[in-house]
Nanobody
Framework: QVQLVESGGGLVQPGGSLSLLCAAS????????LGWSRQAPGKERELVAS???????NYADSVKDRFTISRDNAQKTLYLQMNSLKPEDTAVYYC??????????????WGQGTQVTVSS
């Protein structure tokens, strides 16, 4: 079982930066594949970045070279550093943890989300 709480969202001008934090609880955090997803009004939720239990990272093309995902298993914390922000980055950002229970089954856990608004 994992519980997730996001923080760090806010209003920023284009070209600015924000850092998001996801605080987790649970005894199996270190085994989870973690990710940040976002959902803008009228759009489907999309995966922004992920990091698995071995530290393998993937980014969406839209944020490549601008965002950095990282995790601290000792502190049970997931981070997303966002630089060179664009108006199209405006969305609610969600923290996600995926824990496999068998070879083809997993449990998904989601935070409540934090709003990021990029506007001049």
């Amino acid at each position: 079982q994992v519980q997730l709480v996001e923080s760090g969202g806010g209003l920023v001008q284009p070209g600015g930066s924000l850092s998001l934090l996801c605080a987790a609880s649970g005894s199996v955090f270190r085994f989870a594949t973690l990710g940040w997803s976002r959902q803008a009004p009228g759009k489907e939720r999309e995966l922004v970045a992920s990091i698995d239990s071995g530290g393998v990272i993937n980014y969406a093309d839209s944020v490549k070279d601008r965002f950095t995902i990282s995790r601290d298993n000792a502190q049970k914390t997931l981070y997303l550093q966002m630089n060179s922000l664009k108006p199209e980055d405006t969305a609610v950002y969600y923290c996600n943890a995926k824990i496999y229970t068998t070879y083809n089954k997993w449990d998904d856990y989601w935070g409540q989300g934090t709003q990021v608004t990029v506007s001049s």
